[in-house]
């Protein structure tokens, strides 16, 4: 049964909209899908290979940020409608872009009569929902951003309502099923194929609701500990690699499930209360404001620049060339489409945005229309 639940503040009472580790942290996961897509591209992820288990640690995060910045102001009369298309304005013009760029690599890589087909789907955030093919092929990441506009409705259609012993309930089944799937799979890197698309839920199920909990169950502010920022930097990458290291297969998926359901949010509780002085906040801030658009269009622009260097060894260089070029769009980028103005005097908070999930990468991925081997 639903129940209403004693809000911690009122909606006057703003919510630090910048937590400044936390956006590092953000940075910090967007650094490891890159890592990890393009080392993809150039022939095997190595001790990358788990760092998609990142997407997690982005859902953890946008259910805490999104709790502690809107579930008072649900209780007071937001709409529905008025929350998404908050989210969409938030999340589509970068999505949007990427998608184009992802359109003009296929066109240069395998131009196809589907390939209009395939941009409309992508701008509509209409999955392919056929086996063996990604959910979004001009950008592969797309698949986690639906997922988390998924969850935004269902935190605004019901889990605001429901009391937080129900959200823990429900984030501890996603999670045992979460298991489950990994044990059959192999591998919790699930979600983002057309046969496998619901396996997703289970992931965003697990993470975002453990968000809402801790949003709910933790103080509005948190003491400083003294421990320095530096130490959950070092430790979310830590914490991914390290789960890449253990041997076989079922030991390795039991390692990346512990990551997401206990290193994850130990590190995120070493995260608030990490202290960070005003250079170190600066740069923080910088990073976190980066990380949404260089994981919107890195896998694409990657790609395309590829394309554009077809022919050419795959030396040291052109890959740091490439990567400084995905760098300097998104720093673009972060001034232009990814921050929209608010009304002067609006108390609005700027959520931590999730910068979406990562499918494995392919070498060559298969042409607009043509089925890919499942």
């Known amino acids: 049964m639903l129940e209403a639940r004693r809000l911690p503040s009122s909606p006057s009472d703003p919510v630090p909209a910048r937590l400044a580790v936390l956006d590092g942290l953000r940075g910090v996961a967007a650094i490891c899908v890159i890592g990890y897509h393009e080392a993809g591209l150039h022939g095997g992820v190595g001790l990358l290979g788990t760092s998609y288990l990142a997407v997690d640690f ?155 909990v801790l949003a709910r169950v933790l103080p509005s502010r948190i003491a400083p500990t003294g421990m320095t920022w530096r130490l959950p930097f070092a430790l979310l990458p830590a914490a991914i690699l390290a789960s890449a290291l253990v041997p076989g297969e079922r030991g390795a998926v039991v390692a990346q499930w512990l990551t997401v359901v206990l290193a994850f949010p130990a ?26 658009p260089l994981y919107a269009i890195h896998l694409p622009l990657l790609m395309l620049l590829g394309q554009a260097a077809a022919g050419q060894p795959a030396s040291a260089w052109l890959r740091a060339g490439s990567l400084l070029a995905v760098l300097a769009g998104a720093m673009l980028l972060s001034r232009t489409l990814s921050a929209p103005r608010r009304p002067a005097g609006s108390q609005a908070d700027r959520p931590v945005d999730h910068p979406g999930a990562v499918p494995a990468v392919r070498l060559a991925p298969a042409p607009v229309g043509v089925r890919a081997e499942p």
Do not use: D
């Open 58 to 212: 982005f859902f953890l995060l946008s259910g805490f940020v999104l709790t502690r910045a809107f579930e008072a102001r649900f209780a007071t009369g937001m709409t529905t409608a008025k929350f998404m298309l908050l989210r969409a304005r938030r999340l589509y013009p970068l999505m949007a872009l990427a998608a184009v760029i992802g359109a003009i690599e296929v066109l240069l890589r395998a131009p196809s009569a589907n390939l209009p087909t395939a941009l409309v789907r992508h701008l509509l955030f209409l999955p392919v929902m056929e086996p063996g093919r990604q959910l979004f092929e001009l950008n592969g990441a797309q698949w986690s951003l639906l997922l988390e506009l998924i969850a935004n409705l269902a935190h605004v259609a019901l889990l605001w309502r429901m009391s937080t012993r129900l959200v823990g309930l429900a984030s501890a089944a996603c999670a045992i099923l979460l298991l489950g799937f990994g044990l059959h799979y192999g591998t919790l890197n699930l979600g983002w194929t057309g046969s496998g698309a619901w396996l997703g839920l289970a992931r965003v199920g697990c993470s975002y609701g453990l968000g809402i």
């Open 267 to 292: 590190i995120f509780l070493v995260a608030l209360g990490a202290e960070a002085g005003a250079r170190a906040n600066a740069f923080l801030s910088w990073i976190g404001t980066l990380s949404f």
